[in-house]
């Protein structure tokens, strides 16, 4: 078995795939939407390796969004591993310069730094 997708309510649909664009390189693998429910959705991949898990972003005029403490239940956050130092290092400094918070900076885990970036309150690590 494999993971497939996660799926990511946003407010900024458009905001939310750009930021993926614009830092993991990411690209739309599928797009789906009921127009009549208000309901957009962009499937976002790395890559074409089917084993690699994708990102579902969505949108629709009912999603309430509260604030999200990250000591609740539920999905705590998603993690994405990076090739290199230097492509880690390159997307934490344009995170830095536009603005997102950052949380726990500088993690260590098994030797490999982390940090956490918040989109939406919604906690994304990203670890080389």
């Not at 499937?43 to 999200?68: G, H, Q, S, Y």
Request: proline share 3%; hydrophobic share 40%.
């Amino acid at each position: 078995m494999i993971m497939k997708n996660v799926g990511l309510f946003v407010r900024d649909l458009e905001g939310a795939r750009k930021f993926f664009e614009d830092y993991f390189g990411m690209v739309i693998h599928a797009v789906w939407n009921e127009e009549e429910k208000g309901y957009y959705s962009y499937i976002m991949k790395f890559n074409d390796d089917p084993t690699v898990a994708r990102i579902e972003i969505m949108t629709k005029p009912e999603i309430v969004d509260l604030p999200k403490n990250c000591n609740r239940t539920g999905w705590a956050h998603i993690c994405i591993k990076v090739d290199s130092r230097e492509q880690f290092e390159e997307i934490n400094r344009k995170c830095h310069e536009a603005g997102y918070e950052i949380l726990y900076e500088p993690a260590t885990v098994g030797g490999k730094e982390m940090r956490a970036i918040m989109l939406e309150d919604n906690v994304i690590e990203v670890l080389y």
